[in-house]
C-alpha cells in the first residue's frame, strides 16, 4: 500500500486538517476537520478519491467543527474519534 497525505492549513485558529489516500484504492479519509473548507472537497473530487471516514483525534471545536458539514457533501463516510 501507498499511503498520501495531503496537507490543509484552515483558518479556524489554523487548524491543521489532513486527507489520507491509499494510492491504490483510491479510498481516503479526513482528519480533523475544524471547519468545511471547500478546497479541500474540490481536492477530493478532482483526484476521484472516495471518502471513507472521518477521524477526530480530540474533542476540540477547531478539530470537530466541519464534521456535519463534510457529512452533507460526501455520503456514507462513517466518523471515528474522541
Known amino acids: 500500500m501507498v499511503l498520501y497525505v495531503r ?12 486527507v489520507a489516500c491509499d494510492g491504490a484504492t483510491g479510498e481516503a479519509w479526513l482528519v480533523d476537520v475544524g471547519e468545511v473548507s471547500e478546497r479541500l472537497v474540490e481536492w477530493v473530487r478532482h ?17 470537530n467543527a466541519g464534521v ?3 457529512l452533507e457533501r460526501f455520503s456514507g463516510v462513517t466518523v471515528y474519534g474522541g
Not at 483526484?47 to 478539530?63: C, E, N, P, Q, V
Open 7 to 18: 496537507h490543509f492549513r484552515l483558518t479556524c485558529e489554523l487548524a491543521n486538517s489532513y
Open 47 to 63: 483526484t476521484g478519491a472516495r471518502l471513507k471516514a472521518i477521524f477526530i483525534t480530540h474533542s476540540h471545536y477547531d478539530h
Open 68 to 70: 456535519a458539514a463534510y
